[in-house]
C-alpha cells in the first residue's frame, strides 16, 4: 500500500503539531465527520439486532452514531443526564455487564448538540482545536499502554526462555 508524498509529509509533520484547522484533519486531509443518524433510524435498524438490547434504549455504538461530533461520549453522557439501564448476562465464565442509554434522552441531547445548547466541553467535540489535541493526548496514553504491554510480555517470554534454557542445562 502506497502512501501519497503529502500525506507521508502531514504524517511526519503531526509529530511536530499540526495547525488548529478546524476543516484539517491530523494528516492534512480534509476533515470530514459524518452526518448524525437520527435516533429514529437507528431505532428503525434495530430489528436485525440481538434482543438483549432493552427496547428504547442504544448502545454506545449507536451513541457515537447520533453524535458523530463527540469522540468521547461518556462525559456528554453524564453531563447531560442521559438515562442508562444496565443488562447483566450470566455466562459459564461469568457475568457481563452492559450498559444501555435511553434513545429519547439521546435524541434530546442530539437537538442540544445541533442548536448549541448541549452540556459540551470543547475537548469533547472532533470539531475543535482542544478536542483535537485531547484526542491526540489520547491516542498517546493508549499507544503508551501498548507498548508498556509489549515491554511487559517480552521480558516474560525472555524469562521463560532463560529459565528453560537453565533447566534443560542441568540435566
Partial sequence: MAVRPRKLI?????????????????????QTIPPPMTVAEILARQESRSSRVPEGYLDSYEVGLAWPVVWTIWPVLNANHVGRQQVSTALTSGETINVYYAAEDVQRVQDEIAAGTAR????????????????RAYERRQSLKRAIGAVAVCILLLAAFLLLITVLSQT
Fill in 10 to 30: 502531514a504524517m511526519c509533520l503531526y509529530r511536530g503539531g499540526m495547525s488548529d484547522d478546524p476543516e484539517i484533519d491530523d494528516y492534512g486531509e480534509p
Fill in 120 to 135: 459540551l466541553d470543547p475537548a469533547w467535540r472532533r470539531d475543535t482545536a482542544e478536542g483535537r489535541a485531547a484526542f
